[in-house]
C-alpha cells in the first residue's frame, strides 16, 4: 500500500506541477518571475489545469482510505491499483480532450474509491 500512496503522490506532482510547466515551457521567463501580468492560456494548458484541480478533489479521500486500511490492516490494495490506474487514464484523458472516456475513468476512480470505503466498514 505504501507503494501505492508514493504512486499517487508522484502523480500529483505530474499533474498539478510538472505536466502544466512543461505545456507552458516556452513562458520560462514568466513562471519564474513576479507574474504580475497573466498570460492568455492555450486550451491545452487549461484542461491540464482542470485535470490536476480534478485529481485535487480525489486524491484526499484516497490518502485517507489508504492510511485507514494500513492502520486497520485491511487490504485494500487492488481497489488502490484500480483508483490510481482510472487516475491515470483520466488525467491523460482529460489533456487529450476525449470527453467521453474521461467520464467513465473518472466513474471508475470513485468506484474505487467506493470499493475502498466498503471494505473497510
Not at 494500513?70 to 490510481?84: G, K, P, Y
Amino acid at each position: 500500500m505504501e507503494t501505492l500512496i508514493i504512486m499517487s503522490l508522484v502523480l500529483a506532482i505530474l499533474q498539478l506541477w510538472i505536466i502544466p510547466m512543461t505545456i507552458d515551457i516556452k513562458n520560462l521567463n514568466w513562471m519564474v518571475g513576479n507574474r504580475e501580468n497573466p498570460l492568455p492560456e492555450k486550451p491545452l494548458l487549461a484542461r491540464a489545469k482542470r485535470a490536476g484541480s480534478n485529481l485535487q478533489e480525489s486524491l484526499p479521500a484516497f490518502l485517507a482510505l489508504a492510511l485507514l486500511s494500513m492502520i486497520l490492516s485491511i487490504d485494500v490494495t487492488n481497489a488502490a491499483c484500480w483508483w490510481l490506474i482510472f487516475r491515470v487514464a483520466h488525467g491523460v484523458l482529460y489533456i487529450a480532450g476525449i470527453a467521453y472516456l474521461r467520464t467513465l475513468a473518472y466513474f471508475g476512480s470513485i468506484g474505487s474509491l467506493i470499493a475502498m470505503a466498503c471494505a473497510l466498514i
